[in-house]
């Protein structure tokens, strides 16, 4: 059964704190992201990964920076948490090539920063 | 760019009513269409999905029908249950894009 793990499903931060939030796909994906989901806003795009070591910014990368150091492993890094990061974050993957792969999702992180 | 636009929710239904979900698409290509579903607490999964122009995807008495005339891929259930409660989203991927679009979501709200 693939799978896409998270670190955790519940964390809480103090302000100016950094915070790392990882992922684990065991389905040898190519593309990895991270995306955060709000009331109202629905998915939106931090950061994606489509090799080791690459990466590339989404619709909203201000104050995230991410690590890709292999294959399977992608990290979200809060370099310094604020409250407005306060928010459910899920990481998915899916294959590379053509555009019918769907997408997996982890279980998703609920982060507050207090 | 490629968008998607769903209607909003929250939507609410008794069992064993008839469920539509409205969703339509902008983008260039042919791309392939998806509707993902979220259970309160979880991520998304996939729900169905249908990779070409009048494909019917299919799956837990879901459907939806990837319609390039009208540009859309509306979400059917002939009865509903309570445990479809859920969020749902429509989401298109292009061909040789690494981004999948998603909608703003549905919340579905289903009583007994």
């Known amino acids: 059964d693939v799978k896409v793990t998270q670190s955790s499903r519940y964390l809480v931060k103090r302000t100016g704190e950094k915070v790392f939030l990882e992922c684990v796909q065991d389905?040898?994906?190519?593309?990895m992201f991270w995306y955060r989901q709000d009331p109202g806003l629905g998915l939106r795009l931090i950061y994606f990964?489509?090799?080791?070591?690459?990466?590339e910014k989404g619709d909203i990368p201000e104050g995230y920076s991410v690590s890709r150091e292999k294959k399977e492993r992608f990290s979200l890094i809060l370099e310094s948490a604020s409250t407005n990061q306060t928010s459910m974050y899920l990481c998915?993957?899916?294959?590379?090539?053509?555009?019918?792969?769907?997408?997996?999702f982890g279980p998703g992180t609920r982060l507050t920063v207090t | 760019g490629n968008s998607v636009t769903q209607m909003e929710g929250p939507v609410t239904l008794s069992e064993e009513a008839f469920l539509t979900i409205n969703c339509t698409y902008t983008?260039?290509?042919?791309?392939?269409l998806f509707w993902y579903v979220q259970y309160p607490g979880e991520g998304l999964q996939l729900l169905l999905k249908?990779?070409?122009?009048?494909d019917k995807g299919s799956n837990k008495g879901f459907e939806a029908t990837y319609r390039k005339e009208t540009t859309s891929f509306h979400l059917e259930k002939g009865s509903v249950q309570v445990s479809d409660s859920a969020v749902y989203f429509c989401?298109?991927?292009?061909?040789?894009?690494?981004?999948?679009?998603f909608g703003a979501g549905t919340r579905l709200f289903v009583k007994a």
């Open positions: 998915a993957s899916t294959l590379q090539g053509g555009s019918n792969y769907e997408q997996y």
């Open positions: 389905m040898d994906h190519e593309n």
């Open positions: 990964s489509y090799d080791v070591k690459m990466k």
């Open positions: 983008a260039t290509g042919y791309p392939s």
């Open positions: 249908a990779t070409k122009a009048d």
């Open positions: 989401a298109l991927r292009g061909t040789g894009g690494f981004k999948t679009i």
